[in-house]
């Protein structure tokens, strides 16, 4: 399976809407945020479990109370343009990239841990791609994007600056079909990958 990482950090700023901030950032305290770790089963409610079979499981396991992650946010795409993905970039046989997919993920350290420092986040980045890297899945990839996290404010009334992870994976096939079925055994790897890279 190909995996990459890369950052997009933005400079400080006091919260998701301040001026000044040019990259993308997490919002862990968006108002229609569902905590799946309070509440697991409603992963099978969420609109984009209905569009890629297989996300609320992992998704649950994701936000277990063995997992040291988070999620804050997911979408799914049911049809990327070809100009939205290049089939090289996903070991992809010229006949396997008609039909193209893909999702993405907002990962958090859970509980206490957190990353703090870009070097903690690029850690997990690399231990992640390594494990994917090493499975024998064509036609995928995750990209992980190391961002800006604001997880709402603390009982001080600050808006802390923390990092958090999305990622996006992407797979293709000659069928829709097929390309569906390659997305849900990329999201299982990602989701033991993450298990592996904890121990």
């Not at 008609?98 to 903690?120: F, K, T, V």
Request: net charge negative; proline share 8%.
């Amino acid at each position: 399976m190909e995996a990459d990482w890369e950052f997009e950090v933005g400079p400080d700023a006091a919260g998701p809407d301040a001026a000044g901030l040019d990259a993308p950032v997490i919002d862990a305290a968006w108002p229609g945020l569902v905590d799946l770790q309070r509440e697991p089963e409603r992963a099978r409610d969420l609109p984009e479990a209905g569009l890629l079979p297989g996300l609320a499981e992992v998704l649950i396991k994701l936000n277990s109370i063995a997992s040291l992650v988070r999620t804050s946010k997911c979408d799914v795409w049911t049809g990327l343009d070809a100009d939205d993905f290049d089939p090289d970039e996903l070991d992809a046989p010229p006949d396997h990239s008609a039909h193209a997919l893909g999702c993405y993920i907002d990962l958090l350290p859970s509980g206490s841990r957190q990353w703090n420092l870009p070097e903690m986040a690029a850690d997990e980045s690399k231990r992640i791609c390594a494990c994917l890297r090493a499975i024998p899945l064509r036609c995928c990839r995750a990209d992980l994007v190391i961002r800006r996290a604001f997880v709402g404010a603390d009982p001080a009334g600050e808006q802390p600056v923390r990092l958090g992870i999305t990622a996006y994976l992407t797979s293709c096939g000659e069928s829709s079909a097929t390309a569906l079925r390659t997305l849900q055994s990329a999201l299982a790897a990602f989701a033991d990958a993450l298990s592996t890279t904890r121990r």
